[in-house]
Each structure stands twice: as structure tokens, then as C-alpha cells.
């Protein structure tokens, strides 16, 4: 049988296949997804749907861009990473400041000097490999991307709440404590299913998003709508067709990545514009982050619990931050940009 987040991914693949496929394909496509049952069915159908995007990409032909528009181009400017030495020393560093913190810090602190660690790290693998502090957020279109941002939230709150009751559990351990009764397996610390749907449903949107937007990669903008999208951003009309792949927007290198691409439209037409099914997202994903911060935050500080089981979160607001990534995927796969026939 075929878990709720599989079966997301499964009906994502059935819209993109829907979407590459010609119209009197469809009718077998949806018998074929209807008779999928077996998670092997699931993996072999969603690779074919990856191998189909792929194989009409392959043979798409190159877009001319005229010699005369090469010029307005900006060079790309060239990178300068850190020494992996020195990378590797930075993370080691943490790694090791990250287990003091939570073995000597006193209670509470130990999980936000943790949390702190391990955001950190990910500053230090970004500048390691993109030489942008925030190089974890950005996507292969050099773009901030949201939800790149929530899945660094979770593995954030919930790694760092995992690992301070897990190092707390095995020093109570040493010692004799807590009053409660002795631990006596220190890393069985149970995660309610709550906890771990929301972190599927984070997957599912980080993975459903890049499929979703894999299929405006192989259309083609109408001629006017590039020259609107240099005048809502102000660059160059040919630097954004040398950037651009297909109907969505990119920048040309990975300085030009903001903050508030997170916020912004997908498409060359809706990039200079608000997303709402963005912002909704970030709301609720902010909210839900800071309410199981604060509710770990107290089981630590509190002493009364032995810490065997991370916070659990009501139906409701997993109810809720499912139908906000709907609503997000959903608006991903709906096509703005006038496409060329």
C-alpha cells in the first residue's frame, strides 16, 4: 500500500504526465495511475514520467539568440570559493561546538545554541559550495526558493529537538536521572505520526515543485513576453532571454539571488509580481515552526518530562499546512506565460 506522501508524489507525476502527454494519450494514463498500488508500480511509473520530461527536453532545439543582442549580456562573474580545508574545519568546529552546547548549556539554551549550530553549518556549506552565506536556499535558477526555505526550517527545528533531548537523555543516563526513572535507551524518542507527516508533506512540496516546474521548461515564451518582463525588472531584454528556460524566469548568476524571490512569481510574467499561495505558505510554515520551538523550548526548560517524545501537533494544523502546500503545488502548475504554438 502506498503511504500518504507516496501517493502525493504519485497523483503530482500523474499531472505532469497529463501535461507532456497529447490529449488522446490521457484517457490510459489515468487508468494506468488508478491501477497503481505496489510502491515498486509508483517508482517505475514516476521514473517514466521524469524520463519523458527529460527525453522532450533532449531534443528540443536551441533558441537563437542574434549576435548583436551578446553584447548586452553581463559576463558572468567568476566565483571564489573557500578551501575546502577550511570548510571542512568550519564544520568540524560546529559539530563539536554543537554537542558541548547541548551536553553543558543549561537547560534551554542547550536546544537553541543546537539549533543555532546546525543553521550555522548550513551557512558554512553555502558559502562552501556557492559562496553566498544563504547558497542552501537557492535553487538551479538562481532564485531563492520557498520551498528549499521550509524543508531547512524542519530539518532545523526537528534534528536540533531530536538531537538536545537525545544528548540530555544520555547525560541523565550517566548520572542517574531523572527523578522519573532511569533511561535506559536514551535515543528511544518517539516522533508522533503529526510530526511526521508535516515533514513529508515538506518533502513532498520540495520534490512535487521542481517536477511541476520541469514541464514550463519545455515551452516557449511568446515573442512580447520577454520585452514586458524587461521593463517589470528593468534588465535587458537579452540577457533575460540568455537566462530564461522556458516560461520561467532565472537570474544569470547566484549573486543576483534575493530574499524576497521566495515571494515572487515562477514565470516571466508573474516575477515581478506578489504569489500569494507563497506567502501563505511562509505564514503558516513560520507559525507552525515557532509554536513546536516554544513547545520543545518548555519540555526542556520544564524538567517534569524525561524527554522520550517530541511534542505532538494537532490534526488541525497539520490539516492546514497540507491544504496551504496544496494550494502552493496547485499554483506552480497552472501556466501564466503566453506560449508560442
Known sequence: MLTATQQSMLDLALACDLKVSEAPQHVAIRKRHQAIVSQQDAADYIREVENKIHGRRKFKPPTRIPMAAVAQVRPPAKVSKPSSLLVSFALLFLMVA?????????AGANFLLVMLSLSLMLVVLGIGTTNHPLGVLINERNLMSLSRFQMVVWTVVVLGGYLTFALVRIKWMLAGLPATGPVTAPLDIQMDWQLVSLLGISTTSLVGSSLILSTKKDQTPAATVTQKTA????????EINANKQGTLYANQQISDAR??????????????RIDLAKVQMFYFTAIAAICVVVMIFKMVLSGNSNLDHLPQLSDGLVAILGISHAGYLTSKGVSRTQSQP
Not at 232 to 237: A, D, G, K, R
Request: proline share 10%.
Open 231 to 238: 521593463q517589470m525588472v528593468n534588465e535587458p531584454e537579452p
Open 98 to 106: 554543537m554537542a558541548a552546547a547541548g551536553w553543558f548549556a543549561p
Open 259 to 272: 530574499l524576497t524571490d521566495m515571494f515572487e512569481g515562477d514565470e516571466l510574467v508573474n516575477t515581478a
